[in-house]
């Protein structure tokens, strides 16, 4: 049977696994992030589901239009998202105001590429910009308002892609690579292409620098910066790198840790989530760019590294978590991640 077939169903078939388990834990929390992740992962598992089915039984127009409105604006996004909220009280918001200005960057590097869709250009130009510095605001003065503030860009931004997506006049019913069989957006008019864009580039970031992030606050830390008291502005870009400075420095001590047992099982977790945001992130990326070869299997190995890391997390089984030798640490102190 074809890999084109095989790898997407699989990747749907986890996806859906992983939503149900990720409801049922948030059925018992009710905590906001769940509900996010949740439908993020439902996001991918459709997704994947549109791939199985027309590499299984063949594309049409309505089902391209749901794979790209799906795979290009709601997976990443919503799963990215779900980070954003889980760590809306902390730093981590300076993280997401920078990844809304890469997503400016991206849509001003290829600006020259649809020389016609000027105004789109501009409205992701604008959009992306006044959202990272209404997080950046918000994370400075008021952290309880960078949930609401996401959530909120995601919704309307939703809205205007589902819109723009489902009555776009397309150049083809669909798009396949004809070495591949593998989809591709190119069907899809150039506004719209530039607007999936940041989608993908700030869900991504969001989700896999947010583990990272996360893993950082759980693990023994060697500080080789540490705080200081800096000007607005300064202090928030000497924190990020701060952050990034230390958390390499402090590896070797996380691994010892884990060698002993001793390591907070969300830093495994949140490592294992973070490979597994990245992996597809930069398949889908090559994807964008006619290197199609590796995209089903870079979304399932994403989904499934994904998933170790709730898997690892002792969230989901208590106390006892065991890597292959090494126990992860039983009775686990909260740690404070401002």
Not at 123 to 149: G, N, Y
Not at 221 to 238: E, T
């Amino acid at each position: 049977m074809s890999p084109n077939v095989v790898l997407p169903f699989l990747s749907s078939l986890v996806s859906f696994a992983f939503a149900a388990a990720v409801l049922a834990q948030w059925s018992r929390r009710h905590r906001a992030f769940q509900l996010v992740w949740a439908v993020g992962l439902l996001w991918y598992g459709i997704s994947a589901g549109t791939e199985f089915l027309g590499s299984a039984f063949g594309w049409n127009e309505a089902l391209y239009r749901a794979w790209y409105l799906i795979g290009a604006f709601f997976v990443a996004a919503y799963l990215g998202a779900g980070t954003v909220v889980l760590l809306a009280r902390t730093r981590f918001g300076y993280f997401v105001a920078v990844s809304f200005v890469f997503g400016a960057l991206y849509a001003f590097a290829i600006r020259g590429r649809y020389p016609e869709d000027t105004t789109a250009f501009a409205v992701v130009l604008v959009a992306c910009l006044v959202a990272a510095i209404a997080i950046a605001m918000a994370t400075w003065r008021a952290r309880s308002l960078v949930a609401p503030i996401a959530l909120a860009v995601l919704g309307v931004g939703s809205v205007v892609a589902a819109t723009l997506v489902l009555r776009a006049t397309l150049d083809a019913p669909y798009a396949l690579d004809p070495t591949t069989g593998v989809p591709v957006g190119t069907a899809i008019p150039g506004n719209i292409r530039i607007l999936a864009g940041p989608f993908n580039i700030i869900g991504a970031f969001a989700l896999v620098v947010g583990a990272i992030f996360s893993a950082y606050v759980f693990m023994p830390k060697q500080r080789l910066l540490g705080r200081r008291a800096l000007p607005p502005g300064v202090a928030q870009i000497y924190g990020a790198v701060a952050v990034a400075v230390n958390f390499i420095a402090s590896l070797p001590r996380a691994a010892v840790a884990l060698a002993r047992g001793e390591l907070h099982s969300r830093v495994p977790a949140t490592l294992l989530i973070a490979l597994g945001g990245f992996i597809p992130g930069v398949t889908s990326g090559l994807n964008r760019f006619g290197f199609t070869w590796a995209f089903f299997l870079g979304e399932l190995l994403g989904v499934l590294l994904i998933f170790a890391g709730f898997v690892v997390s002792t969230e989901v089984f208590g106390e006892r978590v065991r890597l292959g030798p090494v126990v992860v640490r039983r009775r686990e102190k909260e740690v404070s991640a401002t």
